[in-house]
């Protein structure tokens, strides 16, 4: 078959399938990231999503996430479930990107699915290596397991965030705030 050409037989198609609902496990926990943040943001949730849209990985989202608890001050406990948990979906988030990105070769012979795994961080990755759809399949549970933990830890920051907002204004933390303003002769950082 030529390269270009593809087709129901180029993949088994049972794989294909395993690898968009490895995909779509994933999508799951980075909508619920994403909908974290914009419930924090405090401003309605399209202006929220222009930014989070941006953020390409649910690294940067859990880094925004983590300013976010810090700026609120919802407590160090809370802060260090999500750091632990940030760490945790570090190595899963390189696994799903292999998932997405990689080439698949399909050998009809013996009916082995290959992917062409080829990245340079610090250090060249280059090879060939075996994929099956028990691999899928375990990506899968542990992208649930993880959307199930984070859902955990997203209820937590609400119910802080829902503390937060029934103190009285005065008690609430004071959030920085940079203007832009020129006054003649008055030196200034811009910070009130």
Known sequence: MPEETVDT?????GHMAHVGLAVSSWADLEFEIDFTIWDLMDCPQALSA???AQLVSPIPKLNALQSLLQLYK???ELETRLSQFAGRVASLN???NRIVHDKRIYDPETQKVRRINVKAKSKLEFMEQPETVNDL?????????????FIEIRDA???ARDIARSLPVEQ????PRMVRRVVPGVPTNGVL
């Open 74 to 76: 919802f407590g160090e």
């Open 157 to 159: 920051i609400l119910a």
């Open 94 to 96: 390189e696994l799903r």
């Open 137 to 149: 399949i375990q990506f899968y549970r542990r992208a649930i397991d993880a959307r199930s933990t």
């Open 172 to 175: 609430r933390p004071p959030l």
């Open 50 to 52: 222009c930014l989070t």
């Open 9 to 13: 037989e180029s993949h088994p198609l």
